[in-house]
């Protein structure tokens, strides 16, 4: 599959842009175990066209993790343009726009996954943000506001009319937020649409590699992208290339996965400091499935989200694996 000019091979599996996940250390660790792309968090165009430090960090990226997406939101042409030229000039890959985002503070003020309620706006910004950029432009977006408006088919049409590169389609609506089950019914109506030229990558619910495989096969996508699924599991992306492979399931020991749980906390300090990153990485540790099956570990769980010191942490990680270590609770 190629965006532009960019190979990313056949079948690829990208990490899904999230905020306050996909920072700089996580998206090196998923791209280490197999992405094929990451993407960063998505950045506020109001935000970066002021220059808000802690927006303007969102446009680091290093050569180790290319190709990288840079993804931007926002309501506004003038906003988004100049946004979006801010971003050509930190050189990522490629400039995704975020018109999917479901939030109350994005989605509620006509933003993200808000523009599926003003279709002419929407196309307006991506017309604009393609014709200022010279990298490849990307959209990421829902299937409709809600259950009476799944309009994708259409305005997939519409958005490549427009010069984007690539489409990646969430398969619920906004009016969903993240319940329910995604609908990839209509990822799939959108690829099959003779009239789309254009990659179409599939997000949503993807949870194993079994599924990686059977939604690439079912409904024909060009790529599929992980989100929720590698909270605290970035090994994720090793498990499907190695099932991709030889269709077989990866067996990666529970000590090796609690290595790289350590190694996101220490990296997560390095980028930040010890009390903010311990806080910024408990995100992951809560919602590994690493511990699920474990019997009796509750406290065990609440001790180690709630530990404030790298010693802390890594004296209950180590507790962890020589309690629980070894051949048992192979996920």
């Known amino acids: ?20 996940v996909t920072d700089i250390a996580f998206r090196l660790l998923c791209k280490q175990f197999g992405a094929d792309m990451v993407y960063t968090e998505f950045i ?29 939101y926002g309501k506004e042409v003038e906003p ?13 890959d490629i400039l995704d726009i975020n018109f999917g985002c479901p939030v109350k503070k994005v989605a509620g003020k006509g933003a993200g996954a808000g523009m599926l309620q003003n279709v002419p706006k929407m196309l307006e910004i991506t017309k604009a943000v393609v014709d200022a950029v010279k990298i490849p432009v990307t959209v990421k977006t829902r299937l409709g506001w809600d259950s009476d408006s799944k309009i994708i088919v259409e305005l997939a049409e519409q958005l490549q009319d427009c010069g984007i590169a690539a489409l990646t389609i969430h398969g619920r609506t906004r009016s969903q937020m993240y319940t329910g089950e995604a609908d990839w019914t209509l990822i799939g109506e959108v690829k ?9 990558i599939g997000n949503g619910d993807v949870t194993t590699p079994q599924q990686v495989k ?27 290339k190695h099932y991709m492979e030889t269709g077989e399931e990866l067996s990666l020991s529970f000590d090796w996965k609690m290595e790289v749980l350590r190694k996101q906390v220490e990296q997560s300090i390095e980028r930040l400091d010890e009390r903010r990153g311990i806080i910024h990485v408990r995100r992951h540790l809560a919602a590994s499935p690493l511990f699920k099956g474990i019997p009796n570990f509750r406290d065990t769980r609440v ?19 020589a309690e629980h270590g070894g051949a048992a609770h192979q996920q």
């Open 1 to 20: 599959m190629k965006i532009g000019s960019i190979d990313l091979g056949e079948r690829p599996v990208l990490l899904a842009p999230m905020e306050d």
């Open 44 to 72: 506020s165009s109001d935000a970066l066209v002021r220059y808000v430090n802690k927006t303007t960090q969102k446009l680091t990226i290093c050569e180790e993790e290319r190709p990288v997406a840079m993804q931007i």
């Open 80 to 92: 988004m343009v100049e946004a979006a030229k801010i971003v050509e000039a930190a050189h990522p």
């Open 192 to 200: 099959n649409n003779p009239r789309m030229k254009i990659p179409i």
């Open 214 to 240: 059977e939604y690439f096969d079912r409904y024909g996508v060009d790529a599929i992208m992980i989100g929720r699924a590698s909270f605290g599991r970035p090994w994720i992306f090793k498990e499907v």
């Open 303 to 321: 001790a180690m989200l709630r530990a404030e010191h790298k010693e802390d942490l890594d004296a209950i990680f180590d507790r962890i694996i």
